[in-house]
């Protein structure tokens, strides 16, 4: 007797129909595949003008345009857990600090606002917004949006930068937080939204 296969417009969905009975297992392989692949982004250092920077802002909107919102934003939280369990999955952390302390760290606003931002891709996604390459530009840019917002509100009001010793405050935190990667962050928005629509072309579908 056939399983039951629930509607999922996503890429994981057509590639990896959800069934009534395998729901768990699938989510929990797609989660920690996700994660890994965030880990090796992390390690993957690419020189850039004017910083260098790892692959893990691409990464992210591809989890959750494949994946979609919850189980988007479920594989970001499991990565979080990983690093604060003492896993070393974040970018240049020894041991020792992969933990809640790197959290509370200067990256740590950015790492929360990651989640949120799987969450808002993935759901624009599973309602039809990656339709066109432009749109889905749009959609992938939002959620860069959240996770600067996050990321610079962090470093400005929350964080204690070591150099600093303290929050940066707004102005400073834009300066170092933000602008140097507004150029890095155009072309990965472009490349993922590229990714995802080339994905849908390769396995047939005009979703």
Same mark, same amino acid.
């Given at each position: ?7 999922? /417009? ?26 890994? +692949?965030?880990? +090796? ?29 919850? +189980? ?22 020894p041991p020792q600090v992969a933990s809640a302390a790197y959290? +509370?760290?200067?990256?740590?606003? /950015? @790492? ?7 969450? @808002? ?39 204690s930068v070591p150099s600093a010793g303290k929050a940066l ?39």
């Amino acid at each position: 007797m056939q399983a039951n296969v629930t509607t999922d /417009y996503t890429l994981a969905g057509a590639l990896w129909p959800q069934t009534a009975r395998g729901g768990f297992l699938r989510m929990a392989v797609l989660a920690i595949a996700g994660a890994a +692949l965030l880990t +090796l982004a992390a390690k993957i250092r690419v020189p850039f003008y004017p910083v260098p920077m790892t692959l893990q802002t691409l990464v992210v909107p591809l989890i959750a345009c494949a994946y979609g919102s919850r +189980l988007g934003a479920a594989t970001i939280l499991l990565y979080i857990a990983e690093g604060m369990a003492g896993l070393p999955v974040f970018t240049n952390t020894p041991p020792q600090v992969a933990s809640a302390a790197y959290l +509370l760290g200067p990256t740590g606003g /950015y @790492l929360i606002g990651w989640v949120g931002a799987a969450y @808002l891709v993935g759901l624009l996604a599973e309602r039809g917004y990656g339709r066109t390459l432009p749109r889905l530009m749009g959609v992938i840019f939002l959620g860069s949006i959240v996770t600067f917002l996050c990321g610079v509100s962090w470093l400005a009001f929350i964080a204690s930068v070591p150099s600093a010793g303290k929050a940066l405050g707004l102005m400073r935190a834009i300066e170092v937080g933000y602008i140097p990667f507004i150029l890095g962050d155009i072309v990965k928005v472009t490349l993922a939204a590229a990714i995802v629509r080339g994905s849908w072309s390769l396995i047939g579908t005009s979703r």
